[in-house]
């Protein structure tokens, strides 16, 4: 197994100490939501560094192509359910977290679908843009501030993480929309 396929089990291998931090107040006492941010940034940061290794020498495999989508959503969604919860304080608004999830679902069926139909589609700016705006967001909703300024810049990332979700889930239909009409769908 090659370097950027380790980091890509390392963020999978990291999602349930993270949400034990996020959710389990005894755990880490008043550390918990440090801990569990150390946690999201480091494995955030595999989710860059595997990909960049994996392109820059040349180690792109289909266990990568396959674990390192998978591992993202994973800790995102873990990260966004989190945060929804009553022991988090419901920093965020369950029907948020579904649109965001329910991205995930369709773009993973749609590459479902074109992968059955020998279709390759390659992840968009938007969606990379969608990333790093959710990946904002969640840091920002960990250390969760209290005051006015944080907070309100903390709700424009999220329209933005938002708004991104959508845009990139549009762009991502439209530029496939073939995927559609093959195999029978």
Known sequence: MNLPNKLTVLRVIMVPFFVAFMLIPSLGGVANKYIALALFCIASFTDFLDGYLARKNNLV???????DPLADKLLVCSALICLCSNTMGGRLDAW????????EFIISG????????GIVIAASYWGKFKTVSH???IILLILDFQHPIYQFITGVVVGIGLALTVVS?????WK???VLTQGGM
């Open 169 to 173: 889930l549009v762009d991502y239909v």
């Open 61 to 67: 495999t289909n266990f990568g192509k396959f674990m």
């Open 96 to 103: 948020i977290v579904l649109v965001i999830i329910a991205r």
């Open 135 to 137: 990946m904002a967001m």
């Open 110 to 117: 749609f590459r479902l679908v074109a992968s059955d139909n």
């Open 176 to 178: 496939n929309k073939q």
